[in-house]
């Protein structure tokens, strides 16, 4: 039985939510209006969720969300993103040359922690050109951060975010006053700092900004890489699909095995979803893994079928809040699944079974183990 055989929207005493598991129905709300993304409006949401800081898109409703995303989003153009492939690609090869490094050594190789994580950061630093110091700092840093998206985070995970993005902050400060003062009048630099300084975004947005990627693009795409690397050992005979057609495979991969668990909203009015009547300053609970296995959509939605050509999922939300980074993290898992499966096309799971990772918010595997070719 299918989530939504039960009911696409209901009530749950536990939570203290509706939970939406239907994917028409968490669509509309993600593209309807009066609804909250400000954890300050959320009832659930501890007195702490106050202290996010004000900068991050993600948490801000219209208007304040409809100006930053105005001035952040031309960072992010399809064309802007597709101009990136071959620095991508460069550091995808980078991280599979030390993979077959740890191999020659005879290491066990985690396949979540040896590439999976190292590949969205190694782009994230090399994009907003901070090197290896702030590669280092922002590997450091996220494990606490994300917690930032965690939608139960409590009190002291919520306060150990703050301090993550206090140190991230403390260390781009002087990268930003040496950027500004660099580039003389009219000329920017071709970093995604320096373009966020050429806007009219404050100094407080630009470093909200860098927070919010790293927090954002870091956690989700090391699961979509490494979620997608289990599946397809788990399959192997989709590997062809794969390499036929990487997009189509990487979005049959987000729709079964996506990072982002749930998105929650707040109503700010009454509300009616799928029927159900939501109270003002109630939490809805959207539930994308199940929203992205509704049959009403997708037929025998559980079958791995990497040649589907169906509809998106709600992997990457919808609505006004879509996420920004989706054709970056598309363009690394694409990168990173081709590569990773064209230089070791034997690869083998070492656990007999996924080990997922305890997490309200997240799907990621605990670790993911691997048998790679010595070459
Ligand atoms: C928003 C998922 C990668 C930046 C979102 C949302 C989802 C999501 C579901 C909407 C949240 C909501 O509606 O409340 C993912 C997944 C990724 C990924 C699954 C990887 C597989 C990235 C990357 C970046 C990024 C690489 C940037 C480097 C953002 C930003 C927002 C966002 C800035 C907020 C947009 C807004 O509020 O308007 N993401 N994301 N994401 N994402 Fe991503």
């Known amino acids: 039985m299918s989530a939504v055989d039960v009911a696409p929207v209901r009530w749950d005493a536990g939570t203290g939510a509706f939970v939406v598991t239907g994917f028409e129905e968490a669509s509309a709300v993600l593209r309807g209006s009066g609804w909250s993304s400000d954890p300050a409006n959320s009832p659930l949401a501890p007195p702490e969720a106050t202290e996010v800081p004000s900068t991050l898109m993600l ?81 450091e840093q996220t494990p606490r951060l994300v917690k930032l998206l965690e939608i139960d985070a409590g009190p002291d995970d919520l306060s150990e975010a703050v301090a993550a993005a206090l140190e991230v902050t403390m260390f781009l400060t002087p990268v930003l006053a040496q950027r500004r003062a660099a580039g003389p009048e009219g000329t920017v630099g071709t970093d995604f700092i320096s373009s966020l300084l050429a806007t009219d975004l404050s100094l407080d947005e630009v470093l909200g900004t860098c927070v919010l990627l790293l927090a954002a693009g870091h ?135 996924p080990r997922w990772r305890a997490s309200s918010t997240f799907h990621g595997l605990e670790a993911l183990p691997v048998r790679l070719p010595v070459h």
Not at 325 to 337: D, K, S, T, V
């Open 59 to 139: 948490f801000r409703d219209p208007p304040d969300h409809t100006r930053l995303r105005r001035l952040v989003a031309p960072s992010f153009t399809a064309r802007s993103i597709e101009a990136l492939r071959p620095r991508v690609a460069a550091v995808v090869e980078a991280c599979l040359d030390e993979l077959d490094a740890l191999v020659a050594d005879g290491e066990e190789v985690d396949l979540l922690a040896d590439f999976g994580y190292l590949v969205p950061m190694a782009v994230i630093a090399e994009l907003l050109d901070v090197g290896v110091d702030g590669a280092e700092v922002f590997l």
């Open 219 to 353: 956690e989700t795409t090391a699961n979509l890489i490494a979620n997608g690397a289990q599946t397809l050992m788990e399959h192997p005979d989709q590997v062809t699909h794969l390499h036929a057609d990487p997009a189509r495979a990487v979005e049959e991969l987000l729709r079964l095995h996506g990072p982002v668990k749930l998105i929650g909203r707040t109503a700010l009015g009454d509300q009616t979803v799928g029927g159900v009547q939501v109270p003002a300053g109630s939490q809805v609970l959207l539930l994308v893994d199940a929203a992205g296995r509704d049959p009403r959509r997708w037929p025998d939605p559980d079958r791995v079928d990497l040649t589907r050509n169906g509809p998106a999922g709600l992997g990457f939300g919808a609505g006004i809040h879509f996420c920004l980074g989706a054709a970056l993290a598309r363009l690394e898992a694409a990168e990173a699944l081709t590569r990773f499966f064209a230089r070791f096309p034997g690869a083998q799971r070492r656990d007999p079974s």
